[in-house]
């Protein structure tokens, strides 16, 4: 109907695309992360950010990556997401102690979304938003068929929010970028033992769970 986009109130969602694979005292963790908030603000605020850091001669060339980001602008990015009302959700996943079941490498990431997803849902929205969930692009046509099918089930057994599920390029969404930061953060701790990052981002954490220990 006319005007239905604007009768309620739009939770978007937004998800860091891949997790992150890591290895902690070699055990192999799958760590996946969520992002959401009541409006898109944040990622406008990461536009900002980084045309204010073009004018100033860094990132001419390439859009936030936390991974490969120098320390300073690292800093910018984690002291503008601290001043933000996003809401940070984590999942990290034992590969090594998973069912056997759950080996196969869409069955562990079927199993992952719907596990993340299903534990926060129904404390993101109530039946009346509508949910935009963006997840960046996840290679294969199976991998997004899992992802949907994951992102059904959580909502069917939740909320029953109406929504729609979008997989876009990492460069074309600024709020993919904040979510990408948010998932490094965390990865970060648990890795390599820097808990910096993730401290400066704690008021935003409102979970983080690890599965299968």
Known sequence: MPGEEFAHP?????????G?????AKQRI?????VSAAHCQYGDQMLALRRRLAWRGQ??????????????????VLNLLVGTTIRIDASLFNKDKVPDALRGEH???????????????????????????????LGTKRRRGA?????QQAVAGTTQV????????NASDPCLW???????????????????PRMQLARLIASERIYYP
Do not use: N
């Open 10 to 18: 739009l939770v978007e969602l937004t998800v860091a695309l891949e």
């Open 20 to 24: 992150l694979s890591i290895e902690l």
């Open 30 to 34: 799958e760590v996946i992360c969520t």
């Open 59 to 76: 990132k001419l060339d390439s859009i936030f990556h936390a991974t490969y980001d120098g320390y300073a602008v690292r800093a910018e």
């Open 107 to 137: 069955s562990l990431y079927h199993h992952a979304w719907e596990e993340h997803l299903g534990r926060i849902m129904a404390t993101l929205a109530t039946p009346t938003d509508r949910m935009l969930i963006v997840a960046s692009e």
């Open 147 to 151: 992802f949907h099918m994951a992102v």
């Open 162 to 169: 109406k929504h729609r599920v979008a997989f876009w390029p």
């Open 178 to 196: 904040a979510a990408d930061y948010c998932c490094w953060a965390i990865q970060r701790a648990h890795e390599q033992g820097d808990r910096v």
